[in-house]
């Protein structure tokens, strides 16, 4: 049974009205590069926005002609008979605006300068993500989302779109997700930024003309990011105290399998990920608070919600903790919407929500069948 | 009540027989600069060894008289009539080899350069600093030590004395520490020497000749250590998501009260401590392993202590969490030692030995008024 999207093809839309971020600065004009996969059926009713978390894209399943090696992130979640069903759904995976995969970001052409935009990029929010998202919904008919979906920093952006546009999406799901980010979050995120911003190869963040990339600094930052992604019992399975050599060398080269997984990663990520679009991402998750306005108050901020929930968190999740995921259902009971919440026992911590794990994926096409049910799927 | 041993000096002892370190590497001679609080009793029985943790030192209790605001790091404990009484014991707080505060170290001079060792001193482990400190216990005529006593990485020297010197120790007492380090525990360490190994201005260890410091490296080095010497709840309490400036800036300048804490705690560290004692101090951490030569087997690696011993964890360490504490009791048991084991409910996180707790005194207090009864005080 063939369970991929087969050849996806990026897609580029471009928006030449004014975008206003939060920050109050203007982006004049922007590109949001994108990928769909499945049909949108005729009432346009059958849509599902997948937004991505810090180091992702619009490349969420199947692969590229040209380069069958490289399949989308979301690959085992999507696709014909998948969780997220490309037989039923007609699923939109995109770019996030600020990002370093296609969309307008750091590392596009300023108009006004002729030059990389640097650090003259805005500071963006998931509030902006979301106003962006629905200009691209806008383009493609979408009045209203089946759903909206999201891990992590993608889910909070799910959750902002019940926010936002409460009529524009019917149900949204929110895995290994948080209202707000703690102390602890933000300390983490402010230990990455100024790895990089203190980088003497990030100059100002206008490193692009200086031919330098902050490499020091993001690879840092995506080591530090590792250590949060996994919990301490799987890295404890996965490497314990196993030594490369077999034995101790008493010097600051790789002895430990941890340290050379944790640089090989950073090394990689650091290859190709664009640092000001960290610097963004990091920012955008501090930001985040559904109830920075109204006093604090989670079950003020929700009470705009009109679509029902899916919620998700797992077991060894230590940077957004199942007690984070809860802080999402309290306020939306509080409410009386129609909430699900799931918390799945895995070992993987947070990145469990990008892995096979039956159980997960079970709630999640339980869900998404109940979904496709409302228009006759 | 004067509960303060008042002015303190700092003394030093030189030691001209060359110490072999586990590395295999050789220190001809080598200087340690102590301080010592109380009395030694008749029979030299009354002595107890304080271990300092990674940033610590010799200057453990009281005040220098040209620097009266120079507190003793663990003033608070150590003291007349305090629970490590001053009244019964003869007191040694000890600068540990390979350190920046007196006793010979990466900015000491090699007598076979004339220039600062730098990265030429040897990488240390917890065995070596327990070799020195038994030469230092030598010079001072003690024999058996009452007690040696130690927080986090000190409590790892404490451990390793009843291992190395099973008759020199009648009591141990290991503070929030842990057999051995994780892999997690390993990977923030390795972070942490990245920082400083990347930073351009390291020179490959040799900035002294350079005149110039790693500080970005080393202030990334100890912001990062900071957030896992801090629990979550304890950040959630103390900064929360209180903005400085009261409003969110959108950009990178100060904006959380967690990043100004941070970053200030981060600028004042890289202004005074060495970088590549920070180096040799993480990997001293990384290497111990009491079970390291036993196939793994803590029960094995503990059948040779003989002392008695008393372990504290407190509920919201995460850095070295109960469930660590309970893997030194565990193989203590195994080998019919007498354990006390006492799990402290506190919010301050790793920091909590550090901290005046009423219970976690009184614990400390009841088990050394016993040792004190020992030798009749």
Redesign the interface.
Known sequence: MNTSVGIASAQRALFDTPLQ?????VLPRYELVYETYGTLNADKSNAILICHALSGHHHVAGHYADDPKNVGWWDNMVGPGKPIDTDRFFVIGLNNLGGCHGSTGPSSIDPLTGLPYGASF??ITVEDWVESQARLADRLGITQFAAVVGGSLGGMQALQWSLAYPDRVRHVLAIAAAP?????N???N??A???I????DFHGGHYYRHNVVPT?GL??AR??G??TY?S?DA??D????ELRGGK?N???EI?????SY??YQ?DKFASYFDANTY?LMT?AL??F?PAHDVG?DLNKAFARARADFLVISFTTDWRFSPQRSREIVRPLLHNRRNVSYAEITSTHGHDSFLMQHPHYFDVMRAYLDNVAGEFGK
């Open positions: 971020f939060k920050s109050g600065a805005p500071v707000r980010l703690t102390a602890q933000i300390a983490f402010d230990v930024r100024n790895a911003l203190t980088d003497p020091r690879r840092l080591m530090l590792h250590i996994l301490d890295m404890a996965k490497f314990g105290r101790f008493y010097g600051y002895e430990f399998e941890i340290e944790l640089r950073g610097l920012k501090d930001y608070d604090g």
